[in-house]
């Protein structure tokens, strides 16, 4: 069965500084895998995904995340942090099976934001 | 387009009590998916419609969670009768593609309280 683990389920950092969360995943084929946020009183929006070649993939908000087979990890990064980005991140790994698309979700990592 | 809508977006309910959860798919989305988050937890799968078929609901805690999806359009989240642990927020997805990974569209989610 597959997993996700997110380590850290809190991280604070300065406005305007750099961005990593990490995100380790356990499954035994190719994975599918995804990044979305919750922000205080939203639903959970994609950020975005990687299913397969380049694996630096681009998102949306100035977001971007690499995937390393090597490393089973997908952290998510951003080079300049603004206080909007303040929420809650969780990643995810899709599995297609006979059911359908199913995702399974890391604990996610709140971050806030300092001005 | 219109995203996926879930109403009541707040419910607070005492224990024994029955509550009904709604979700609304993206028109056209024939895959829908109910998931939870309890306080602290993962956010967990719970059940999948492809229109009006429960293809998966190998993540639905027990009988007294009855979802419904008639007509393949909206689907409701039943709980009957209510426990503390029930509490959490249950979010709603949906997904045109079937047979292929695809992203999933969340719902703002409804936050359920049993006190």
């Known amino acids: 069965a597959q997993s996700v683990t997110q380590p850290d389920i809190h991280i604070t950092v300065s406005e305007g500084a750099s961005l990593e969360l990490r995100c380790n995943y356990s499954y035994g084929a190719t994975p599918y895998l995804f990044w979305y946020v919750q922000s205080p009183g939203q639903g959970l929006q994609l950020l975005l995904k990687?299913?397969?070649?380049?694996?630096l993939v681009q998102g949306i908000k100035g977001f971007e995340a690499e995937f390393k087979r090597s490393q089973s990890s997908f952290n998510l990064r951003k080079p300049s942090v603004h206080w909007s980005d303040a929420a809650e991140y969780f990643c995810?790994?899709?599995?297609?099976?006979?059911?359908?698309?199913?995702?399974?979700f890391g604990g996610g990592t709140r971050l806030m934001v300092k001005p | 387009e219109a995203g996926v809508t879930q109403f009541p977006s707040h419910s607070v309910i005492e224990k024994g009590q029955t509550v009904t959860l709604r979700c609304d798919p993206i028109s056209g989305h024939d895959n829908l998916y109910w998931y939870r988050r309890v306080m602290g937890k993962e956010i967990k799968f719970l059940l999948h419609f492809v229109k009006e078929s429960k293809q998966d609901e190998s993540g639905m805690p027990n009988n007294r969670f009855l979802a419904e999806r008639t007509g393949g359009t909206y689907s409701t989240l039943k709980v009957q009768p209510a426990e503390l642990e029930d509490s959490g927020v249950y979010f709603c997805?949906?997904?045109?593609?079937?047979?292929?990974?695809?992203?999933?569209?969340f719902g703002n989610g409804t936050r359920l309280t049993v006190t």
């Open positions: 990687y299913f397969s070649g380049d694996t």
């Open positions: 995810a790994v899709g599995v297609l099976n006979n059911a359908g698309n199913m995702l399974t």
């Open positions: 997805a949906s997904s045109q593609f079937t047979g292929s990974i695809s992203p999933l569209h």
